[in-house]
C-alpha cells in the first residue's frame, strides 16, 4: 500500500493508503430493579452502561477513552471513563436515551465515534402491564406497583446490547501496527479478561452477542433490501415501458394531423 504523510501536532504521520481495518465492539445496559416506587422521584433501578469487546476482550489497545453522556437531571451529566472496564453504573427512575463517545489512542489521529443508547429499565412485560399510564418526554418513568407477570418479570435485569465496529481507513502506521497486534496478552493466558462488572446478569440471561445470530439477521435484512430493489426496478421498467408507449402514440397522432 501506499503510504501519504498526515501533519500531527509535532511532526508529520505516515498513513497506509488503501488499507481499511475494522474492529468489533458492543455497547449496552445490564438494568436491575430496586422495587416500585413509593414516592416521586424516588431511584427505583440501578444500572450499568457499558462498552466491551465482542469476546470479552481489552479495548483500551486501540480506545483511549469513552464519554457518557446522560440525562441533564444527573448531578454528573457527563462521565468519561479513561481504563477498562469502560462502564459506568448510576441509580434511576427514567428510561432516556444516553449519548457514548470513543476516543481513540493518539497515535491513531482518528476523530471520536459518536453512538446513542436508549437506556431501558422495564422489560417488555412490565411495559405490556403499564401501558397507558407513563409519562411522556426525554426521560420516560415507570409506574409503581404491578401485579402478576410485570411483578416477576421487574425481577430480572434487562439487557440491551448493540454490535457495532470501528471502520479505519488509510490508518497511520503506528495505529495499523496496534489495531493488527490486538489486544496484549494476559497473565497466564486468561481469557474474558476483561469482563464489565454487570457479566453475570448478561451471561445468566444469555442475552450476550451472537455472530451466527447477528450474521443471520444482516443476510434477512440484505435479502429483504435486495428484494425491494428489484420490486422498485420491476416499476421502474414498467414506468419507462409506458412512456415508451404514451411517446409513439403521440408521435402517431402528430403524423396523423400532419396528413390532413
Known sequence: PRRRPRMGKSRPTERVVGKVISKPFIYGSVATSR????????????????????????????????????????????????????????QGWGEFELKIKISFVDCSTEK???????????????????????????????????????????????????????IFVDPTEPFLEILQQGPPPQPGGTENSCLISCW??????????????????????????????????????QHEETTHKLFEEIAQLEKKLRET
Do not use: C
Open 112 to 166: 471520536p465515534v459518536d453512538v446513542t443508547h436508549y437506556l431501558k429499565l422495564h422489560p417488555p412485560q412490565e411495559e405490556q402491564a403499564q401501558q397507558g399510564g407513563g409519562g411522556g418526554g426525554a426521560m420516560r418513568g415507570g409506574q409503581s406497583g404491578g401485579q402478576g407477570g410485570a411483578t416477576q418479570a421487574s425481577k430480572l435485569p434487562v439487557v440491551v446490547e448493540k454490535y457495532d465496529e470501528a
Open 35 to 90: 422495587g416500585a416506587r413509593k414516592q416521586e422521584g424516588e431511584k427505583t433501578h440501578k444500572w450499568t452502561a457499558y462498552v466491551r469487546g465482542a469476546n470479552n476482550e481489552d479495548l483500551s489497545y486501540f480506545i483511549k477513552k469513552v464519554t457518557f453522556t446522560l440525562h441533564p437531571s444527573f448531578e454528573e451529566p457527563q462521565k468519561t471513563v479513561e481504563h477498562p472496564p469502560f462502564e459506568i453504573s448510576e
Open 200 to 237: 453475570n446478569d448478561i451471561r445468566a440471561h444469555s442475552k450476550q452477542f451472537s455472530e451466527e445470530q447477528e450474521i443471520a439477521r444482516i443476510k434477512e435484512v440484505k435479502q429483504k433490501l435486495q428484494a425491494s430493489i428489484a420490486q422498485m426496478a420491476d416499476l421502474h421498467q
